[in-house]
């Protein structure tokens, strides 16, 4: 029993070590010099993404970010899944810890886990799309501010996916069929 406990206790430790890991210099590099966080806030769509445990099966994404009083963002994603589709919703938090990387965000939904979350490219001028990676690539989203997006715009940004390293042919392609 006493094995367990301890057992249980390094467990939890090695957990909230890599939770709280900081930002690498990768990620500066990575990620946008410019980013206004309220020009980001509001709905997006998800126009592409890598398969995910968490996202699979889900269609008509949307990801929905709001800047709190504190400066934070509350995180609102959602999807349906099924026939007839079933409402799939999830709640989180996220912040900029460092003005140096300001497209670096820091997103939490289950405490005390979070992740990064790295804006690697965005429309500069009206942010009507936008690239999303992880540190590792395992995780990637092609956003917009609409539920399509044009052919040459897609094309531009795989292109500029594939020169940071991600492999654009494991993007899947999410539907957008449903009107709320």
């Known amino acids: 029993m006493q094995s367990t406990i301890r057992l249980l206790k390094l467990f939890i430790l090695v957990i909230i070590f890599y939770s709280c890991s900081p930002m690498?210099?990768?990620?500066?590099?990575?990620t946008v010099k410019q980013f206004d966080i309220a020009k980001y806030q509001?709905?997006?769509y998800e126009i592409a993404r890598f398969p995910s445990t968490f996202?699979?099966?889900?269609?008509?994404?949307?990801?929905e970010y709001q800047v709190r009083e504190d400066g934070k963002l509350t995180v609102i994603n959602k999807g349906y899944?099924?026939?007839p589709p079933s409402l799939s919703k999830i709640?989180?938090?996220?912040?900029?810890?460092?003005?140096?990387?300001?497209?670096?965000?820091k997103v939490q939904f289950f405490?005390?886990?979070?992740s990064w979350y790295l804006v690697a490219d965005i429309e500069p001028q009206n942010y009507d799309w936008a690239l999303v990676?992880?540190?590792?690539r395992k995780y990637n989203w092609i956003l917009s501010r609409k539920p399509a997006m044009d052919s040459e715009t897609l094309n531009s940004i795989l292109e500029k996916a594939h020169k940071i390293g991600i492999d654009t042919t494991r993007f899947e392609y999410v539907t957008h069929d449903k009107n709320e």
């Open 55 to 63: 996202e699979k099966g889900l269609n008509n994404v949307t990801a």
């Open 81 to 83: 899944k099924g026939t």
């Open 24 to 30: 690498k210099q990768e990620y500066r590099t990575i």
């Open 133 to 136: 990676t992880t540190p590792n």
């Open 91 to 105: 709640k989180g938090s996220a912040q900029i810890p460092d003005v140096s990387a300001p497209g670096a965000i």
């Open 111 to 114: 405490w005390p886990f979070t």
């Open 42 to 44: 509001g709905v997006w």
